[in-house]
């Protein structure tokens, strides 16, 4: 491997470990908790990062074309959750403490829903209700998704009709809705 090829190789995995990194902090301001409250591994978001850049190489070897944002976005989410790079330092009953990596990867996914949608100047909305965005992080909790289930889910956000994502189940169990 070339010196140049080493070099672009760990810029792109430091604009993604800062993109993570940006997305992280803005999930703690949205829901107001405190940053200095979570240990950030810096190793487990460059892995994340690199095994994204790693995929991508892979599809496009593989599949012959360049995989889109909106796939490399749920990529970015499946080696968030994999690797779970953010722990609170103590006990925390804040619900958004205790699932922070699901916030960030679901954040990461629809961030670039938003910035596609906006370059290909779509009239698209997207509007996802404080429950349907609940039950996404449910799910990213404690559902095994694929990369390729995630990569479809991010295509259902980006190509969705833009009516509000509310109930994505009809169905109740007796631990509610899944």
């Known amino acids: ?22 997305v992280f902090i803005a999930v ?12 950030r591994n810096w190793m487990k978001i460059g892995e994340a990062a690199l095994r994204t850049l790693r995929r991508s190489e892979f599809y496009e070897k593989y599949h012959t074309s360049c995989m889109s944002e909106i796939k490399l976005s749920a990529v970015l989410a499946f080696w968030i959750l994999k690797y779970k790079p953010f722990s609170a330092k103590g006990i925390n009953n804040c619900y958004v403490s205790q699932h922070i990596n699901e916030y960030v990867a679901v954040n990461v996914m629809l961030i670039n829903v938003l910035v596609t949608l906006r370059k290909n100047n779509s009239k ?23 990369k390729e289930g995630l990569m479809t889910l991010a295509d259902v956000l980006y190509y969705y009709d833009g009516k509000k994502i509310d109930d994505l189940d009809t169905s109740f169990s007796q631990y509610g809705k899944i």
Do not use: P
Not at 28 to 39: A, E, G, L, N, R
């Open 1 to 22: 491997m070339s010196e140049q090829l080493k070099r672009d190789i760990a810029e792109d995995v430091y604009k993604q470990s800062i993109f993570i990194l940006r």
């Open 28 to 39: 703690c301001t949205k829901h107001k908790v405190q940053i200095d409250d979570f240990i």
């Open 124 to 146: 698209r909305v997207l509007r996802i209700s404080e429950e349907g965005y609940k039950q996404l992080i449910y799910r990213l909790k404690n559902w095994d998704l694929s």
